[in-house]
């Protein structure tokens, strides 16, 4: 698995602050960040994770690069909505050459990634095949 971050917020708890002192604060926008020193910052988030309001730290933005990870585990990181995601497309994306992952329990087991190793060979002819006829029309 390669993960590389490629981009963050800055300041990412003093973003929550502010968002969040726009909820419980008569303070104007320009004036939000006003005396937000770091213990001031500290206790608002934990203030604000004590009483379950979360919302607030979606406003904090980390991107990461994530390849060699299986779609299966891609699946199951999609499904939380604390993060947005761009996905390459298998409808758009020619996957000839792609790599499969081996499950640990298979790889142990030579009869077992014998087999894998034979299933995935077919399901490799068959995509070409598949994308072959599709793209020939």
Known sequence: MK????SYTPEPEKLVATAAKLCYSSS??????????????SGFINMLASIG??????????????????????HQ???????SYSQKSQRY????????ITPPSIEEIPEAKAEYDRVISEITDSYEKLVKLLTDK
């Open 93 to 100: 994306v020619n996957e000839n050459g792609f790599e499969f």
């Open 77 to 83: 990181l999609v499904r939380h909505r604390i993060a």
């Open 28 to 41: 104007d926008i320009e004036s939000l960040r006003d005396g937000l020193t770091e213990e001031k910052i």
């Open 53 to 74: 309001h979360e919302s607030v730290m979606e406003h904090v933005c980390f991107t990461f690069g994530v390849e060699g990870i299986s779609r299966a585990c891609s």
């Open 3 to 6: 993960v590389k971050l490629l």
